[in-house]
């Protein structure tokens, strides 16, 4: 019931754009993208909602496709702050069980 | 408070014994989940409560774990007769509403090592 996120890790250059990408094998009602330093707690990045929309705040983006029952995460222009592992997170239509995805491991350098 | 807190920040124990690890959610969100997160892996879906009852606790590994809201507010997972295998971050995250509907907010997490 884990998603699976692609790529594994990735390595950027300042100023260079990324996409992560989450798919579920289960039908979803809501995608959420969360950020997570070594060390520390994951950081609400934002949540999607059934009905295909996308997301943007500053150069972070995202897409919820229901049918595809799948998301990316689009970076743009990182900066090194972009640093750190990215997680999916998903509920299903019940709301009840929440699953982070398996990870991906972004790295920006100057 | 300000934010989630979760208490003790690491937890030393030794096979075999009994554990508490505390939740304060952030006051007037009514879910709280728990997850277990192990290194290099994403949090793993614990127990998920809505108010003062477990509306989902399928994700709890087996009947060593428990988990407890009294007054739908702090929570408290417990652990019996650790194992090695228990070893690993516990984070707890609270929202307004039902977490697939809104920001989840975390806390710093406890760290558990069994000896």
């Known amino acids: 019931q884990q998603p699976v996120q692609s790529p594994q890790a990735v390595i950027l250059r300042e100023g260079e754009d990324a996409v992560i990408n989450c798919s579920s094998s289960?039908?979803?009602?809501?995608v959420h993208w969360y950020r997570q330093k070594h060390g520390e707690a994951p950081v609400f990045l934002m949540i999607?909602?059934?009905?295909?929309e996308q997301k943007g705040h500053d150069k972070i983006s995202a897409s919820f496709n229901e049918k595809k029952q799948q998301s990316s995460l689009y970076l743009t222009a990182s900066q090194l702050s972009y640093s750190g592992t990215y997680f999916c997170?998903?509920?299903?239509?019940?709301?009840?069980?929440?699953?982070f995805g398996t990870g991906t491991s972004l790295t920006v350098i100057p | 408070g300000a934010g989630v807190s979760q208490t003790p920040s690491n937890k030393v124990t030794e096979k075999g014994k009994y554990v508490e690890l505390r939740c304060d959610p952030i006051?007037?969100?009514?879910?709280l989940y728990w997850y277990r997160q192990s290194l290099g892996q994403g949090p793993e879906f614990l127990i998920y409560?809505?108010?003062?009852?477990?509306?989902?606790d399928s994700g709890l590994p087996n009947d060593r774990f428990f988990a407890v809201r009294p007054e739908g507010s702090v929570s408290t997972l417990k652990i019996q007769r650790t194992e090695r295998g228990d070893s690993a971050v516990y984070l707890c995250?609270?929202?307004?509403?039902?977490?697939?509907?809104?920001?989840?907010?975390f806390g710093a997490g406890t760290r558990l090592s069994v000896l």
């Open positions: 289960k039908a979803l009602y809501s």
């Open positions: 999607l909602l059934k009905g295909g």
């Open positions: 409560f809505q108010g003062t009852g477990a509306a989902d």
């Open positions: 006051s007037g969100h009514t879910a």
């Open positions: 995250a609270s929202s307004l509403q039902a977490g697939g509907l809104d920001i989840q907010y």
């Open positions: 997170g998903t509920a299903t239509n019940t709301g009840n069980q929440f699953y």
